[in-house]
C-alpha cells in the first residue's frame, strides 16, 4: 500500500497512469514537511516550527486530505502544495525538522521526496489538479 496521484481522474478499471508515488513511509515525511510549510492543518496537527511565511492561512488544506488515498485536488490547490514546497526548502524546514529525530531516511533523501511532490503540483496546476489514488 502507498500513494499514488493521477492526473486522469479514475474510471471503472482504475486508474490509467499515476506519474507520481510515494510509499506509506515516503509519504508520512512529505506530509510532515506539508504541515510544516502550512499547507496542511488540523485533523489534529499542528506545526512545530513555525516557519515565518509558512503560516496556515485560508489557502491551507485540512491534512485529512492527505491521510487516505482518494480525493480531488484542484488546480489552484496544486499550485499552492508547489509554491509552500518550495518554500519550505529554501527555508531548509526538512533539515530543522528531521533534527528532532532519532532515525530518518535523511535529510538528502526526504529533500528529494519533497522536491519530487512539488514538482508533480507545478505539473497538476497547469491542468485540472490530481487524484489521488
Not at 496537527?45 to 482518494?70: D, I, K, N, W, Y
Amino acid at each position: 500500500m502507498g500513494y499514488a496521484f493521477s492526473f486522469d481522474p479514475p474510471t471503472e478499471d482504475g486508474f490509467a497512469a499515476t506519474p507520481c508515488a510515494f510509499s506509506n513511509e515516503q509519504m508520512n515525511y512529505v506530509r510532515l514537511i506539508m504541515i510544516e510549510a502550512g499547507v496542511l492543518s488540523g485533523d489534529g496537527f499542528a506545526q512545530a516550527l513555525e516557519t515565518p511565511g509558512l503560516e496556515v492561512s485560508e489557502e491551507s488544506l485540512p491534512t485529512r486530505r492527505f491521510l487516505h488515498s482518494e480525493g480531488h485536488t484542484t488546480a489552484a490547490e496544486a499550485a499552492f502544495i508547489a509554491r509552500r514546497l518550495r518554500a519550505a526548502l529554501d527555508a531548509k524546514v526538512v533539515a530543522e525538522l528531521l533534527s528532532f529525530f532519532d532515525e530518518h531516511p535523511g535529510t538528502d533523501q526526504v529533500t528529494a521526496w519533497v522536491d519530487r511532490f512539488a514538482a508533480f503540483n507545478d505539473q497538476a496546476a497547469k491542468r485540472a489538479g490530481y487524484y489521488a489514488c
